[in-house]
Protein backbone atom coordinates (compact mmCIF):
# COMPACT_ATOMS: atom_id res chain seq x y z
CA UNK A 1 0.00 0.00 0.00
CA UNK A 2 1.11 2.98 -0.84
CA UNK A 3 2.13 5.90 2.03
CA UNK A 4 2.88 9.59 1.03
CA UNK A 5 4.72 11.43 4.09
CA UNK A 6 5.52 15.05 4.11
CA UNK A 7 8.03 16.73 6.01
CA UNK A 8 7.53 19.00 8.11
CA UNK A 9 3.87 19.10 8.72
CA UNK A 10 4.50 23.00 9.70
CA UNK A 11 7.10 25.62 8.45
CA UNK A 12 7.08 29.37 9.86
CA UNK A 13 9.69 31.67 7.57
CA UNK A 14 10.02 35.42 7.13
CA UNK A 15 9.05 36.57 4.08
CA UNK A 16 11.44 36.74 0.88
CA UNK A 17 13.35 33.69 2.44
CA UNK A 18 14.01 30.53 -0.14
CA UNK A 19 12.57 27.23 0.96
CA UNK A 20 12.26 23.59 0.59
CA UNK A 21 8.91 20.89 0.88
CA UNK A 22 9.79 16.96 1.85
CA UNK A 23 7.67 14.36 0.49
CA UNK A 24 8.44 11.14 0.32
CA UNK A 25 6.56 8.00 -0.68
CA UNK A 26 6.59 3.90 0.10
CA UNK A 27 6.14 2.68 -4.09
CA UNK A 28 8.59 3.93 -6.47
CA UNK A 29 5.84 2.04 -8.82
CA UNK A 30 4.25 5.61 -9.33
CA UNK A 31 3.21 7.66 -12.72
CA UNK A 32 3.35 10.78 -11.99
CA UNK A 33 3.39 13.49 -8.72
CA UNK A 34 1.40 16.14 -8.23
CA UNK A 35 2.00 19.22 -6.21
CA UNK A 36 -1.03 21.29 -4.87
CA UNK A 37 -1.81 24.12 -2.89
CA UNK A 38 -4.89 24.71 -0.47
CA UNK A 39 -6.05 27.79 1.11
CA UNK A 40 -8.30 27.01 3.73
CA UNK A 41 -11.40 26.45 3.71
CA UNK A 42 -11.17 25.87 -0.10
CA UNK A 43 -9.95 23.70 -2.74
CA UNK A 44 -7.09 22.21 -4.52
CA UNK A 45 -4.79 24.32 -6.61
CA UNK A 46 -2.77 22.64 -9.37
CA UNK A 47 0.88 23.88 -8.75
CA UNK A 48 2.90 21.36 -10.86
CA UNK A 49 2.98 17.65 -12.35
CA UNK A 50 5.92 15.91 -12.77
CA UNK A 51 5.44 12.40 -14.70
CA UNK A 52 7.57 9.78 -13.68
CA UNK A 53 9.95 9.62 -16.55
CA UNK A 54 10.98 13.54 -15.67
CA UNK A 55 13.23 14.52 -12.79
CA UNK A 56 11.87 18.42 -12.15
CA UNK A 57 9.57 20.52 -13.21
CA UNK A 58 9.24 24.65 -12.81
CA UNK A 59 6.57 27.48 -13.13
CA UNK A 60 7.79 30.90 -12.09
CA UNK A 61 9.50 30.68 -8.20
CA UNK A 62 8.49 27.23 -8.23
CA UNK A 63 11.03 24.15 -8.85
CA UNK A 64 9.68 20.56 -8.00
CA UNK A 65 11.46 17.43 -8.06
CA UNK A 66 11.20 14.18 -8.69
CA UNK A 67 13.65 11.17 -7.29
CA UNK A 68 11.90 7.80 -8.12
CA UNK A 69 14.46 5.60 -6.30
CA UNK A 70 14.70 7.02 -3.58
CA UNK A 71 11.20 7.69 -3.24
CA UNK A 72 10.94 11.45 -2.77
CA UNK A 73 10.01 14.77 -4.10
CA UNK A 74 10.91 18.32 -3.30
CA UNK A 75 8.82 21.46 -3.73
CA UNK A 76 11.61 24.68 -3.97
CA UNK A 77 9.69 28.07 -3.20
CA UNK A 78 12.24 30.70 -4.27
CA UNK A 79 12.11 34.01 -2.09
CA UNK A 80 8.37 33.42 -0.48
CA UNK A 81 5.99 36.05 -0.03
CA UNK A 82 2.84 36.15 2.48
CA UNK A 83 0.99 35.22 -0.45
CA UNK A 84 2.48 32.04 -0.60
CA UNK A 85 1.06 31.12 3.03
CA UNK A 86 -1.41 27.69 2.56
CA UNK A 87 -0.91 24.28 2.98
CA UNK A 88 1.11 22.60 0.29
CA UNK A 89 -0.26 18.84 -0.50
CA UNK A 90 1.67 16.11 -2.10
CA UNK A 91 0.17 13.65 -4.04
CA UNK A 92 1.48 10.33 -5.80
CA UNK A 93 -0.62 9.47 -9.27
CA UNK A 94 -0.03 4.94 -8.62
CA UNK A 95 0.02 3.45 -12.19
CA UNK A 96 -2.17 1.19 -13.26
CA UNK A 97 -4.33 2.04 -16.61
CA UNK A 98 -7.98 2.64 -15.03
CA UNK A 99 -6.81 1.93 -11.77
CA UNK A 100 -5.12 5.71 -11.52
CA UNK A 101 -6.37 7.38 -8.50
CA UNK A 102 -3.65 9.95 -6.18
CA UNK A 103 -2.85 9.17 -3.03
CA UNK A 104 -1.77 12.07 -0.81
CA UNK A 105 0.46 13.12 1.99
CA UNK A 106 -0.91 15.04 5.17
CA UNK A 107 0.65 18.50 3.90
CA UNK A 108 2.74 21.03 4.88
CA UNK A 109 1.51 23.88 6.58
CA UNK A 110 3.21 27.00 5.35
CA UNK A 111 3.29 30.57 7.09
CA UNK A 112 5.20 33.20 5.75
CA UNK A 113 5.98 36.44 7.60
CA UNK A 114 5.80 39.67 6.52
CA UNK B 1 -12.43 27.99 -20.04
CA UNK B 2 -14.93 27.73 -16.65
CA UNK B 3 -13.14 25.29 -13.79
CA UNK B 4 -14.73 22.57 -11.69
CA UNK B 5 -17.80 23.59 -10.00
CA UNK B 6 -19.72 21.70 -7.07
CA UNK B 7 -22.94 22.45 -5.64
CA UNK B 8 -23.76 23.02 -3.08
CA UNK B 9 -20.92 24.50 -1.53
CA UNK B 10 -21.92 23.99 1.75
CA UNK B 11 -24.52 21.44 4.02
CA UNK B 12 -25.76 20.52 6.92
CA UNK B 13 -27.60 17.58 7.82
CA UNK B 14 -28.69 15.27 10.69
CA UNK B 15 -27.62 11.52 11.01
CA UNK B 16 -29.79 8.70 9.36
CA UNK B 17 -30.57 11.16 6.36
CA UNK B 18 -28.99 11.12 2.98
CA UNK B 19 -26.74 13.66 0.82
CA UNK B 20 -26.33 14.24 -2.57
CA UNK B 21 -23.40 16.06 -4.30
CA UNK B 22 -22.70 17.32 -7.50
CA UNK B 23 -19.81 18.19 -9.15
CA UNK B 24 -19.30 19.58 -12.89
CA UNK B 25 -16.12 18.58 -14.56
CA UNK B 26 -14.01 21.19 -16.64
CA UNK B 27 -16.06 21.40 -20.36
CA UNK B 28 -14.49 18.59 -22.48
CA UNK B 29 -13.14 16.41 -19.39
CA UNK B 30 -14.62 12.80 -19.22
CA UNK B 31 -12.61 12.27 -15.58
CA UNK B 32 -14.23 12.43 -12.79
CA UNK B 33 -12.93 11.66 -9.54
CA UNK B 34 -13.96 12.18 -5.77
CA UNK B 35 -12.24 13.03 -2.55
CA UNK B 36 -12.89 13.24 1.48
CA UNK B 37 -11.03 15.07 3.43
CA UNK B 38 -10.71 15.05 6.94
CA UNK B 39 -8.68 16.50 9.75
CA UNK B 40 -7.34 12.89 11.26
CA UNK B 41 -7.61 11.16 7.64
CA UNK B 42 -6.30 13.88 5.08
CA UNK B 43 -7.41 13.60 1.65
CA UNK B 44 -9.06 10.21 1.07
CA UNK B 45 -9.98 8.54 -2.77
CA UNK B 46 -13.59 6.97 -2.87
CA UNK B 47 -14.23 6.15 -6.60
CA UNK B 48 -13.60 7.48 -10.17
CA UNK B 49 -15.77 7.54 -13.33
CA UNK B 50 -15.06 8.06 -16.62
CA UNK B 51 -17.71 7.84 -19.48
CA UNK B 52 -20.27 6.95 -17.24
CA UNK B 53 -19.35 3.82 -15.81
CA UNK B 54 -17.06 3.75 -12.27
CA UNK B 55 -13.63 2.36 -12.63
CA UNK B 56 -12.03 2.63 -9.65
CA UNK B 57 -13.19 2.84 -5.53
CA UNK B 58 -11.76 3.61 -2.84
CA UNK B 59 -12.10 1.37 0.53
CA UNK B 60 -15.31 3.55 1.48
CA UNK B 61 -18.89 1.67 2.89
CA UNK B 62 -21.54 0.96 0.37
CA UNK B 63 -23.28 4.25 1.83
CA UNK B 64 -21.69 5.84 -0.57
CA UNK B 65 -22.19 5.72 -3.78
CA UNK B 66 -22.30 8.12 -7.11
CA UNK B 67 -22.69 7.99 -10.65
CA UNK B 68 -21.77 9.85 -13.86
CA UNK B 69 -23.98 11.58 -16.47
CA UNK B 70 -23.70 11.69 -20.00
CA UNK B 71 -22.27 14.83 -20.08
CA UNK B 72 -19.69 14.11 -17.76
CA UNK B 73 -21.38 15.85 -14.67
CA UNK B 74 -21.43 13.31 -11.58
CA UNK B 75 -23.43 13.30 -8.60
CA UNK B 76 -21.94 11.46 -5.26
CA UNK B 77 -24.42 9.99 -2.41
CA UNK B 78 -24.34 9.66 0.69
CA UNK B 79 -27.17 7.31 2.50
CA UNK B 80 -27.75 6.90 6.50
CA UNK B 81 -25.70 9.56 7.51
CA UNK B 82 -23.37 9.57 10.25
CA UNK B 83 -21.36 11.98 12.27
CA UNK B 84 -17.85 10.69 11.06
CA UNK B 85 -19.35 11.71 7.48
CA UNK B 86 -18.76 15.28 8.32
CA UNK B 87 -15.78 16.38 5.67
CA UNK B 88 -14.92 18.55 2.77
CA UNK B 89 -15.28 16.47 -0.52
CA UNK B 90 -14.11 17.28 -3.35
CA UNK B 91 -14.13 16.72 -6.86
CA UNK B 92 -11.40 16.19 -9.62
CA UNK B 93 -11.72 16.32 -13.45
CA UNK B 94 -9.07 14.98 -15.87
CA UNK B 95 -8.81 15.39 -20.08
CA UNK B 96 -8.44 11.85 -20.46
CA UNK B 97 -9.41 8.27 -19.04
CA UNK B 98 -6.24 6.54 -20.21
CA UNK B 99 -3.20 8.66 -19.74
CA UNK B 100 -2.01 10.00 -15.91
CA UNK B 101 -3.36 13.81 -16.48
CA UNK B 102 -3.48 16.88 -14.18
CA UNK B 103 -6.07 16.68 -11.97
CA UNK B 104 -8.04 19.76 -11.24
CA UNK B 105 -10.24 19.97 -8.46
CA UNK B 106 -13.29 22.10 -7.39
CA UNK B 107 -14.18 24.10 -4.18
CA UNK B 108 -15.47 21.67 -2.49
CA UNK B 109 -18.74 20.70 -0.73
CA UNK B 110 -18.46 21.53 3.03
CA UNK B 111 -20.90 18.72 4.80
CA UNK B 112 -21.51 18.88 8.21
CA UNK B 113 -23.62 16.01 10.05
CA UNK B 114 -25.34 17.06 13.17
Known amino acids: KQEVTQIPAALSVPEGENLVLNCSFTDSAIYNLQWFRQDPGKGLTSLLL?????REQTSGRLNASLDKSSGRSTLYIAASQPGDSATYLCAVGLSGGSNYKLTFGKGTLLTVNP | KAGVTQTPRYLIKTRGQQVTLSCSPI?????VSWYQQTPGQGLQFLFEYFSETQRNKGNFPGRFSGRQFSNSRSEMNVSTLELGDSALYLC?????????????FGPGTRLTVL
Open chain 1, 50 to 54: IQSSQ
Open chain 2, 92 to 104: ASSSTGNTYNEQF
Open chain 2, 27 to 31: SGHRS
